[in-house]
């Protein structure tokens, strides 16, 4: 299953966000950025690297398509912080995917109009089935 990426204000249960831009750990929405913040290998790679650390078979979830909604904030120097699960169907893969994006490989950061690195909110819906 491909990734869903929310380019638009998270959902319900976002984390929140400073909006003084001006500030030096002002938390940057999509629509207040130059360039949006990547994994250096694609949004695929990230997508497997988080696939390759959950343990899908021992979350004890029925047969069938299900989704997690989480979001993250890319760093000035692309660490991943501040994971926040917003909607799961189990809270062993809110635990699960909490520790696997903190073990993520950094991402190019996202840039201002000036060019500078910013913290960017980043929100992506992760489907998976379990057969």
Not at 1 to 15: F, S, T, V, Y
Not at 29 to 52: C, L, Q, S, W, Y
């Amino acid at each position: 299953m491909h990734p869903i990426i929310c380019n638009g204000a998270p959902p319900e249960g976002r984390l929140d966000s400073v909006r003084d831009l001006s500030a030096p750990d002002a938390i940057y929405h999509p629509a207040d950025v130059k360039t949006m913040p990547r994994d250096k290998e694609g949004i695929k790679h990230f997508m497997d690297f988080i696939t390759n650390h959950i343990d899908y078979k021992n979350l004890g979830l029925p047969k069938g398509k299900h989704r997690i909604f989480y979001s993250f904030i890319v760093e000035k120097d692309g660490s991943l912080s501040s994971v926040k699960i917003i909607k799961t169907p189990n809270k062993a893969l809110g635990q699960m995917m909490t520790e696997a994006v903190a073990k993520a490989p950094k991402w190019i950061p996202a840039t201002n109009a000036k060019d500078e690195n910013v913290r960017m909110l980043y929100s992506l819906i992760h489907s998976f089935e379990i057969r």
